[in-house]
C-alpha cells in the first residue's frame, strides 16, 4: 500500500472525519470551555448575590454615615423633636413618590430626613441626600426649581426661597423647608443651614 494512500485512509478513519475542523483538536475531540453550563450559571448566580449584598452593605453605611451627621448638628434654636429616617435608592420612592426617579438617576446613595423645631416657634424638615459624587449632588441642585430665589452663601451654591433653603457640598445635597413663614423663618433656616453645612465640611 502506498504512503499516499495509507496517509488518506487515516484521515478518513479519525472520528467524526474532523481533521482542520474549527474547535477540534487532532483526535477529532471538540474543545470545550473547563465549565459546564450549570455550574457557569451556578458562578453567575453567586455573582450576582455578592454584588446586591456589596450593595446593601455600601447604602447601609451610607445611612450610617447620615445618622451620626444630621443628629450632631448643633444651631442656635434649633433642636431636632424626633428619630430620624432613613431611605436608600430602592425605597426612596417611599418618602418622594413620583420624584425618586430623578434622585436615583443622579445616584443617590441615601436620605435622611428629621424634624426640627426652633425655639418651640417654627418647625421645619431636615433632608440630607448623599449621592455617589459631587456631580450627582449639582444635578440635583440645578433641576430644582429657582425662580424668585434668592442666592446665599451656604455650601457650594445655596438659595433660599419663601420656606425653603437648598444648598450643595461635595456629594451632599441638603434641603431644609419650613411648614410656616414668620419674620424668624428666613435667619432660622439660615443658621440651621449654616450649622448643618460646617457639620458636613468637617465629616
Not at 56 to 70: M, N, Q, T, Y
Request: hydrophobic share 40%; proline share 2%; charged share 30%.
Amino acid at each position: 500500500m502506498s504512503a499516499s494512500r495509507i496517509g488518506r485512509l487515516r484521515a478518513s478513519t479519525w472520528p467524526g472525519h474532523v481533521r482542520g475542523r474549527p474547535g477540534a483538536d487532532r483526535r477529532g475531540l471538540r474543545v470545550t470551555s473547563h465549565w459546564s453550563r450549570p455550574e457557569a450559571r451556578g458562578c453567575l448566580i453567586v455573582i450576582a448575590i455578592l454584588t446586591s449584598l456589596l450593595a446593601r452593605a455600601e447604602a447601609f453605611a451610607a445611612s450610617d454615615a447620615l445618622a451620626g451627621l444630621i443628629e450632631s448638628v448643633k444651631a442656635p434654636g434649633w433642636a431636632a423633636t424626633e428619630e430620624s429616617r432613613t431611605f436608600q435608592a430602592d425605597n426612596l420612592w417611599e418618602y418622594i413618590n413620583g420624584d425618586a426617579e430623578r434622585y436615583v438617576d443622579a445616584g443617590v446613595r441615601a436620605l435622611r430626613s428629621a424634624e426640627f423645631k426652633y425655639r418651640d416657634r417654627l418647625e421645619a424638615v431636615v433632608d440630607v441626600y448623599l449621592m455617589s459624587d459631587p456631580q450627582g449632588a449639582r444635578k440635583i441642585y440645578v433641576s430644582e426649581s429657582h425662580a424668585g430665589a434668592e442666592i446665599v452663601r451656604i455650601g457650594e451654591e445655596a438659595r433660599i426661597h419663601d420656606t425653603e433653603l437648598v444648598f450643595r457640598l461635595g456629594s451632599y445635597f441638603v434641603r431644609i423647608g419650613a411648614y410656616e413663614t414668620t419674620t424668624e423663618t428666613r435667619d432660622a433656616l439660615l443658621d440651621l443651614g449654616r450649622a448643618l453645612a460646617g457639620r458636613i465640611d468637617r465629616h
